[in-house]
């Protein structure tokens, strides 16, 4: 697609339910990141994904956590159990590589509130 | 591991007022920096990047950002801001390794008043 799209753009759930959540990525990306975004606060590193493999998972708050790209392409965050904290916009991106590399393309996000 | 600065939580110019946010890295080697720009309920739109080369970077919208290495900064100016301008700017920090992960500053809300 042109750009980076998530689904859903909004998301309200009851406590202790699981949620996932869905990236696509631009056509041809072969990163893809997941950040979250608290209200009032920066954007926090959640996980990584070079292909479909993912070097980097150290930002995932907890084992409720995960996540899954299959075909090089869409990901999936899972949210197991969630929590009133798990409550944020959700925002995925993507980057290619060579001369684009490390600049990378963000989707509108996932907004998610847990009552 | 590399970091982010910005300073300013909030600033507030007049319409027309020139405008510069503030941004400090910590990195070991000359980093990638980039700005980014949000807007309420939307995601992250790139206004500039910086890899290597001229130190005085323009982007889209008007805004431009200088490097300099000796302070650390990578700071964002407008010579004169418009009231669609007003939203959160963030500054981010990548490595020249690869896709890695940027890290981003908290952020900078930018008001603009009449």
């Known amino acids: 697609g042109a750009g980076v799209s998530q689904s859903p753009s909004n998301k309200v759930t009851e406590k202790g339910k699981d949620v996932e959540l869905r990236c696509d990525p631009i056509s041809g990306h072969t990163a893809l990141y997941w950040y979250r975004q608290s209200l009032g606060q920066g954007l926090e590193f959640l996980i990584y994904?070079?292909?479909?493999?993912?070097?980097?998972k150290s930002g995932l708050p907890s084992d409720r956590f995960s996540a899954e790209r299959t075909g090089g392409s869409v990901s999936t965050l899972t949210i197991q159990r969630t929590q009133q904290e798990d409550s944020a916009v959700y925002l995925c991106?993507?980057?290619?590589?060579?001369?684009?590399?490390?600049?990378?393309?963000f989707g509108e996000g996932s907004w998610l509130t847990v009552v | 591991a590399q970091s982010v600065t910005q300073p300013d939580i909030h600033i507030t110019v007049s319409e027309g007022a020139s405008l510069e946010l503030r941004c400090n890295y910590s990195y070991g080697a000359t980093p990638y920096l980039f700005w980014y720009v949000q807007s309420p309920g939307q995601g992250l739109q790139l206004l500039l990047k910086y890899f290597s080369g001229d130190t005085l970077v323009q982007g889209i919208k008007g805004f431009e950002a200088e490097f300099k290495r000796s302070q650390s900064s990578f700071n964002l100016r407008k010579p004169s801001v418009h009231w669609s301008d007003a939203a959160e700017y963030f500054c981010a920090v990548g490595t020249p390794s690869g896709n890695t992960p940027l890290v981003f500053g908290k952020g900078t809300r930018l008001s603009v008043i009449a």
């Open positions: 994904f070079q292909g479909n493999s993912a070097p980097d």
């Open positions: 991106a993507s980057s290619s590589i060579g001369a684009a590399r490390n600049t990378i393309y």
